[in-house]
């Protein structure tokens, strides 16, 4: 097998593994809530993820090579998911919120179907194929992106907490994970030798990744008060906006 067939092995065992994780986790009891919990969880903010990156993974899968029937498929799946929380003994209500986040994700992450496909970006798909056709590289990855989340995650909230005398988990799991993700992405960087290849596509990605930083912080400060999400909104603008600045520098 070639790298592309092992790396494309293992998108489907790491995606099987995921789907059985999110589905078990999204089927647990869940507690009776109190009105003033110890923590608040940034649910909407982990279905957004979570669905997303069973979206990716997908991708990876080769499964299903329309990128619209793939997003059908999750799309299903995710009103699945929600509908049979409700009808089971969970003390789970059907979540129109969590559905949306839900589907947001799925959405955002199939604006990156393709993203390697085209011929300038052969030498950088060639390499992450080459990465993660081994196993232990995605052991390393994946513990690396968690750990990073882990700590910057606990250590932004109780800092958040401390100095405001509130919860921002969503704000502090945001920023956990894209840095999580960032020092992954580095890694990958640095595994498959592409820092001259990641330094020109970031050069020529840097106005558009100023223009959608921009309009999501100023879309998170002008629906700070309003019921949905803001975190969710935010994150789903910089994936798509990071999809556009992509694909004008490839």
Known sequence: ?????????????????????????????????????TFVSPDKLLHFICF?????????T???KSPLRCWLVLAAWAIVDEITQDLLPLNRAFSSEDLI?????IAAIMCWSGALGKVSTKKIKEEVAAILAIPKN?????CIGFI??????????FFLREFFGEQYSSLAFCVAFLTGLLCVLCI????????IESRVLLKSMVPWLIGTIGIASMTGFLFNNVSINVSVVVLAMLVVGFRIAWNRAT
Do not use: Y
């Open 138 to 142: 995605w052991f390393q990855l994946g």
């Open 148 to 157: 990073v989340t882990a700590f910057l995650f606990v250590s932004i909230w």
């Open 188 to 195: 990958i960087i640095i595994k498959g030798n592409l820092q």
């Open 101 to 105: 986040a839900g589907e947001l994700g």
């Open 52 to 60: 997303g990156m069973l979206a990716f993974c997908l991708i990876g």
């Open 1 to 37: 097998m070639n790298p592309h067939e092992l790396a494309v092995r293992n998108w489907r065992i790491v995606f099987l593994i995921w789907f059985v994780l999110l589905a078990t986790a999204t089927h647990l009891p869940q507690p009776i809530p109190t009105d003033n919990p």
């Open 62 to 64: 080769e499964w299903i």
